[in-house]
């Protein structure tokens, strides 16, 4: 007599050949049922015109033809709905993400994304200078621009006429530039104004690369990413490629712009990467007599913190010497330390490595430490 345990054990065989994951594990078996060696089996694909549809059909029959007993197969296929779907590809990130092949950059690095759902909001500028002031903390720090197409870093810090070489055993090397680790597209280039016309594909292939074929330091405390804006491949790839990421969410004050930026926020919720917390950049601008212009509105990044659950780590002002620190490719954080730009990314720099330390000054034995030091302080 076929038993239901054997049809099931059989079925967890069938692998979805695109998600890689079996199909009682991702949900698409509805339904079982056995009448004496008959087996009826209800599929539920991801869409009704699915292209592996034969594919999975013609291997469902397969295992189960396989299993003592049955006779014959028939397959009901359906489709599922949008929140079966939703269920769906948040496993498969899950499992993605769990099953990630090590990369070159350690363990212990801590991995944060730099990211925004649009353009515009100053993302590169703020990755950069963000990254410097962790330095000046004492930190090792390494900053990949991950953003392929629109790269800027190197520009920003002054790189302009840097390229990338390989080690003796064909590791990218990583630049340097004000003491940081810096890889680009761009430092891959002989003309920053050339386009680059890569597909989707091409462009987490390159993040691939830059993440397995260079050699990051292996002491590096923090590794920043300037993601591209919005919710593309090189996101999704980040959070398969590298499970320790996290992010920061960039926004300008904007209602509209804070809502754009609650979208990149849901797609690291739903790829299971943890959000540190919102930088709300462009917040007003400020004349040297005291006078405050919020010429983006105000607001917003308190909005979507307050939304996402998270700190709003800073509120960066309008200040031309970023843009000016940024075309010489000296970052007003190293440039002009006590402009009023530099003074708060520095203090959201801290606010961040407070959320997130080193992960060697974050385990068992130093916070034994701070516990003990807390209670001399008391006695």
């Known amino acids: 007599m076929v038993q239901l345990t054997d049809i099931y054990e059989a079925l967890s065989r069938v692998i979805d050949p695109e998600l890689g994951a079996d199909i009682v594990d991702l949900g698409m078996v509805k339904d079982v049922r056995i009448d004496g060696g008959l087996v009826t089996v209800k599929v539920a694909l991801t869409i009704a015109a699915c292209p592996l549809r034969d594919q999975i059909e013609n291997e469902v029959i397969r295992k189960l033809k396989a299993v003592p007993g049955v006779m014959d197969v028939e ?5 599922m709905t949008q929140a079966e779907r939703t269920d769906l590809m948040e496993r498969a990130r899950l499992r993605a993400r769990e099953q990630a ?3 070159m950059v350690h363990p212990n690095t801590r991995v944060v ?3 925004s759902g649009k353009g515009g909001v100053g993302k590169s500028s703020l990755s950069a200078n963000l990254a410097l002031a962790i330095a000046t903390q004492g930190h090792r720090v390494g900053l990949l621009d991950a953003d392929i197409w629109g790269f800027s870093i190197p520009r920003i810090l002054g790189l302009g006429g840097e390229r990338l070489e390989a080690d ?5 090397i990583p630049a340097e530039s004000h003491g940081l680790r810096v890889v680009s597209t761009g430092l891959l280039l002989d003309d920053e104004d050339t386009a680059l016309m890569w597909r989707g594909l091409m ?12 050699a990051w330091p292996q002491d590096l405390d923090y590794l920043l990413l300037d993601m591209p804006p919005g919710t593309g491949d090189v996101q999704m790839a980040l959070a398969r490629l590298l499970p320790q990421a996290e992010m920061v969410v960039v926004t300008t004050p904007q209602l509209a712009a804070q809502k754009v930026a609650a979208r990149v926020a849901d797609m690291a919720r739903r790829s299971h990467m943890p959000v540190i917390g919102v930088v709300e950049n462009m917040s007003g601008f400020t004349t040297p007599e005291g006078q405050h ?5 105000s607001g917003g990044g308190e909005e979507l913190a307050a939304d996402l659950g998270v700190e709003l780590l800073g509120a960066i002002p309008i200040d031309p010497r970023v843009a000016e620190g940024g075309d010489a490719g000296s970052p007003v954080v190293v440039a002009e330390p006590t402009s009023a730009a530099a003074v708060a990314i520095t203090a959201a ?4 490595t407070s959320l997130l330390p080193p992960i060697a000054d974050d385990g068992c034995s130093a916070r034994l430490t701070l516990v003990a030091e807390q209670l001399a302080q008391m006695g």
């Open 101 to 103: 092949e090590p990369t």
């Open 293 to 297: 212009y919020p010429l983006f509105g």
């Open 168 to 172: 003796s055993g064909g590791k990218i």
């Open 75 to 79: 397959i009901e296929i359906g489709a």
């Open 349 to 352: 720099a801290k606010s961040l």
């Open 113 to 115: 994304a730099v990211s």
């Open 203 to 214: 462009l987490s292939k390159a993040l691939e690369q830059f993440l397995r074929d260079v």
